[in-house]
């Protein structure tokens, strides 16, 4: 840890910089992790990486030495100065200078697709703690031609992303993701892994984008609608949620639709498997 260390310390010293705590700034300086970041994203000379919140550039520098060009997109003007600063002689790499809920992603990917250097996109992110659901719900949703994720992010967050639906660590972004990608654990990260430390322990997840959905329901977002209302009171049963939420148009419609699913009247939101959701929108 003692050279990534001191090479982080270095930088901030030389440019004179704090973390910003409002954007959940803590630079990586466990070199055990990065290389397992780098290990785990299986990157080539094939690929396109963007990286989302580089920071002080520990990922990116091995980031530039693996991918055919990488893409970074960072927020804060002192961090894009320090990267430009260290990487400019790399012709692979680039710089946008924006908040990446904003960036055009897709137009992104597909224009360095067609200039035919690059075969896969892949995201690779140590990311800000404070924004996280936001920023993995885009690369999901917005349905990019991407091949993988690898993420960092707060271990709680992570248990509950990768959960399997019918765990007892599903919520509804749970249903979400598995929707969308086939996701693992890679490694968890300690605090002292990182200036200055985070309140919370990190994991470093892979979600693997599917080249086809696990179910095919009528209305995908009607689906995602009913799922979401499930979860709004946690403490009630899913019949009692969906009826609340006017999903089901009273309590004895919803009965008649859990019996046709053979499922119990007092079932709960996360005991359900997506394919049920999937069966629940189709019946009403």
Request: charged content about 30%; proline content about 4%.
């Amino acid at each position: 840890m003692e050279n990534l260390y001191e090479e982080t310390r270095f930088i901030m010293k030389k440019y004179n910089i704090k973390a910003n705590k409002n954007l959940g700034q803590n630079f990586l300086i466990n070199e055990n992790v990065v290389e397992k970041i780098i290990e785990s994203s299986d990157i080539n000379k094939e690929d396109l990486v963007i990286e989302i919140g580089p920071g002080l550039g520990t990922l990116t520098a091995k980031l530039l030495e693996k991918a055919n060009k990488v893409i970074c997109i960072e927020l804060d003007e002192r961090m894009v100065n320090i990267l430009k600063d260290r990487f400019s002689l790399y012709e692979n790499f680039e710089i946008i200078n924006n908040d990446v809920l904003k960036v055009d992603l897709k137009n992104i990917i597909k224009n360095e697709k067609d200039s035919g250097n690059i075969k896969n996109a892949k995201i690779v992110a140590n990311l800000p703690y404070y924004i996280t659901t936001p920023i993995i719900m885009k690369l999901l949703e917005e349905e990019l031609d991407l091949e993988s994720i690898t993420v960092m992010i707060q271990k709680e967050v992570a248990d509950r992303l990768i959960a399997t639906p019918g765990e007892k660590n599903t919520g509804a972004i749970t249903y979400s993701v598995f929707y969308y990608a086939i996701s693992e654990a890679i490694i968890e990260v300690p605090k002292d892994s990182f200036v200055p430390e985070p309140e919370v322990t990190s994991k470093v997840i892979k979600l693997k984008v599917r080249k086809e959905a696990p179910v095919f329901p009528k209305d995908k977002e009607k689906m995602f609608k009913i799922i979401k209302s499930a979860f709004m009171q946690k403490r009630k049963t899913l019949l009692n949620s969906l009826t609340n939420n006017k999903i089901f148009e009273n309590k004895n419609k919803g009965i008649e639709i859990l019996k046709n699913l053979q499922l119990k009247e007092n079932v709960r939101p996360e005991e359900l498997s997506l394919e049920e959701f999937s069966k629940i929108l189709d019946n009403l």
